[in-house]
């Protein structure tokens, strides 16, 4: 197997170092991007390369790890699907719902496989959270509450909200994802930010009648670390998770930078039992690769990391931006499952 990266900034070395991990260093044979660049330093034999046709029209790749900023999504997911590869795609699926049907359209018409790369799902403390769920030590959940905070992007493209779709499509909507799939079908979003660079504060109302609630805050003051944290309530019991790492791709703080009951950290109180957990795993994106590769060896559709719970997190990604920006509550009309 032969892999292609689309796309040579921080997400794309980010991609290359999972690949690596798997073993995969020495088969990343093409790095796209509209300019040379320096060799990545987990894909050594990698050609860096200007024209993406060039890449879709090689028979030898088969499989692309897009990590474009968000516009070019669906036109190089499309092209991709269509060129008969197996497609990779990096957060969130498009900027819009429509382009977010067509490469889900793409996806079943070419045949292959399509994943779209929301990590959070293949953190350890999330997959714990997701197995309590389903082993049901905290019964049906009725309220979810996330937070994630981190410092301004530096990335100027990330500042861009034509671009990037602002903090609610491009950072929320691993909270938004994590919520939908806990709480089920979302019917209405309500969002609220005070100040242009405050926190936003949304709560999604579900059709089971839970509720979930997302902080976001992406100008975190000098000195706080990334931030990522979920809580469930449910009729059984309480589960939560709360990572403090430097950064959503490096290793957790230590004990000298953040108070212990901050640290990388799972519990779960029910009836039956009450346990905390100190969580050590800092390989998701491995993780995540190892999961899509077999994926495509069962020629199977990703059913850890739907294509539909993308599109799901993104109409509220949507919502949330639309409520911010009228002030009113947002009905949805989902028309996919989480």
Same mark, same amino acid.
């Given at each position: ?88 795609? @990096? ?5 819009? =719902?429509?382009? *977010?049907? $067509? &490469? +889900?359209?793409? !996806? ?25 769920? @389903? ?5 049906? =959940?009725?309220? *979810?509450? $996330? &937070? +994630?905070?981190? !410092? ?35 019917? *209405? ?150």
């Amino acid at each position: 197997m032969t892999i292609a990266i689309i796309g040579p900034g921080y997400m794309g070395r980010t991609h290359a170092e999972a690949w690596s991990n798997l073993g995969y260093a020495d088969r990343i044979t093409y790095v796209v991007g509209r300019s040379e660049r320096a060799p990545f330093e987990h894909a050594p034999a990698a050609r860096f390369v200007t024209d993406l046709d060039e890449v879709l029209l090689d028979q030898e790749v088969d499989v692309v790890s897009i990590c474009t900023p968000t516009p070019s999504h669906a036109d190089i997911a499309i092209r991709a699907l269509g060129a008969g590869k197996h497609v990779l795609l @990096e957060k969130p699926i498009a900027l819009t =719902v429509d382009d *977010a049907l $067509a &490469i +889900r359209a793409a !996806a079943r018409q070419s045949g292959r496989v399509l994943m779209v790369a929301h990590v959070v799902r293949f953190f350890a403390g999330y997959e714990l959270l997701r197995h309590a769920w @389903e082993d049901d030590r905290v019964g049906r =959940v009725v309220s *979810a509450r $996330a &937070i +994630r905070m981190l !410092a301004s992007p530096e990335t100027a493209w990330l500042l861009d909200e034509s671009q990037s779709g602002g903090a609610p499509v491009d950072v929320s909507i691993h909270d938004f994802d994590q919520v939908n799939l806990f709480l089920g079908t979302p019917i *209405a979003v309500t969002a609220t930010r005070l100040d242009p660079d405050g926190p936003i504060e949304t709560t999604i109302e579900y059709r089971d009648g839970g509720i979930g609630q997302v902080l976001t805050y992406t100008s975190a003051p000098a000195g706080v670390p990334f931030t990522s944290a979920l809580e469930l309530i449910g009729t059984r019991g309480v589960a939560s998770y709360r990572l403090a790492a430097i950064s959503a791709t490096e290793a957790s703080v230590t004990e000298a930078d953040v108070a212990p009951s901050d640290l990388n950290t799972y519990r779960l109180v029910n009836a039956d039992e009450s346990i905390a957990i100190a969580v050590t795993d800092n390989q998701p994106y491995t993780r995540q690769i190892e999961y899509f590769l077999s994926c495509i060896a069962a020629n199977s559709e990703p059913l850890f990391s739907p294509t539909d719970a993308a599109i799901a997190a993104l109409e509220v990604s949507l919502a949330t931006r639309e409520s911010l920006a009228s002030g009113t509550r947002i009905e949805l009309r989902t028309s996919v499952g989480a």
